[in-house]
């Protein structure tokens, strides 16, 4: 007879720590006691596609910055910290939703990530 280790961490925790970076999404997309657990996939994925976006935005931001800059500094500093101000809420939203054992969607991204989850 053989015996199944218990995981880790609780489907909460996982879910949760999948939010810290992308690293522990990919992780637990891969490992096998997590892998098969969809609660764990939806947050793992929904965690990717929200890095995916901050860090498309963040270019977007970036290379747009010469021409925002010349309408006036102001405006761009006051649009950059609106655009992290929302990721922030987002990913602490998120965290803190998977460590309560509830499906946060964020909208259209938690519907991909439902999908592939």
Not at 14 to 34: D, E, H, K, Q, S
Not at 41 to 67: C, N
Not at 78 to 99: D, E, H, Q, R, Y
């Amino acid at each position: 007879m053989s015996e199944t280790k218990p995981s880790a961490f609780s489907d909460n925790a996982a879910a949760a720590l999948a939010y810290i970076t992308f690293v522990p999404a990919l992780v637990f997309l891969f490992l096998p006691p997590y892998s098969a657990r969809p609660f764990v996939r939806f947050h793992a994925w929904q965690s990717i596609i929200l890095s995916v976006v901050a860090f498309v935005l963040s270019a977007i931001l970036s290379f747009g910055a010469a021409p925002l800059m010349l309408m006036g500094a102001a405006l761009f500093m006051t649009l950059t910290w609106i655009v992290w101000a929302v990721w922030f809420g987002n990913w602490i939203m998120c965290a803190v939703c998977a460590l309560n054992g509830k499906r946060f969607k964020i909208p259209l991204l938690g519907m991909l990530a439902d999908k592939w989850a």
